[in-house]
């Protein structure tokens, strides 16, 4: 089945506590990207990916680091997580540009003590 | 950078009526791809419908469709016969089809949309 794995689909972690969010797609997709959604403000890019080892900032990056090693995994770090990181986080990966509709995955509820 | 409006956090519609929820966005581009994303309680987001901005025609999928007007920057959906599993929150998005911006998302607010019996 086609799809867009993410792991931890929960967390609860303290403030400084480096953690990861995982992110896997089996469709050979070119194009992977992180969202953040909150409530009144929808879902917000952090990162993107057009290809291994081509990342490059959304609109809400601070705070935040990817990385494209291979081309079906896009994790996200938070190296020092703040309590203004609690959030609902969706990878989605999709074929290069245009009306290409993005694939997301189950998300991930991330809260920061 | 491109903003998406949604201007109704909620809406309740009928059983088997139709309702409309309204999507604008701001943009100085002329080439892009509008989406709708629904997002039931399960939390998956899942694509309803998309528009392309070089076609005139508005996009249809079964019960659901569009009224793209390019020039007001509008792109409405509208859900005939609702029915309770289209209750869900409903996002707004924007895509460039210019080769600097292609890259990047823009998401509205959501509507919320209940479906009463």
């Known amino acids: 089945e086609a799809q867009v794995t993410q792991n931890p689909r929960y967390l609860i972690t303290v403030t400084g506590k480096k953690l990861t969010v995982t992110c896997s797609q089996n469709m050979n997709h070119e194009y992977m990207s992180w969202y953040r959604q909150d409530p009144g403000l929808g879902l917000r890019q952090i990162y993107y990916s057009m290809n291994v080892e081509v990342t490059d900032k959304g609109d809400v990056p601070e705070g935040y680091k990817v990385s494209r090693k291979e081309k079906r995994n896009f994790p996200l770090i938070l190296e020092s997580p703040s309590p203004n990181q609690t959030s609902l986080y969706f990878c989605?990966?999709?074929w290069g540009a245009g009306a290409n509709v993005l694939t997301f995955g189950a998300g991930s509820r991330l809260t920061v003590l | 950078a491109q903003t998406v409006t949604q201007s109704q956090p909620e809406m309740s519609v009928q059983e088997a009526e139709t309702v409309t929820l309204s999507c604008t966005y701001d943009t100085s581009e002329s080439d892009y791809y509008l989406f709708w994303y629904k997002q039931p309680p399960s939390r998956q987001m899942i694509l309803v419908i998309r528009q392309e901005a070089y076609k005139q025609q508005n996009a249809t999928e079964n019960r659901f469709s569009v009224n793209f007007q390019k020039a007001a920057k509008s792109f409405s959906l509208k859900i005939s016969d609702s029915q309770l599993g289209d209750a869900a929150m409903y996002f707004c998005a924007y895509r460039s089809a210019t080769q600097y911006n292609f890259n990047k998302f823009y998401f509205g607010s959501g509507t919320k949309l209940n479906v009463k019996p």
């Open positions: 989605a990966s999709s």
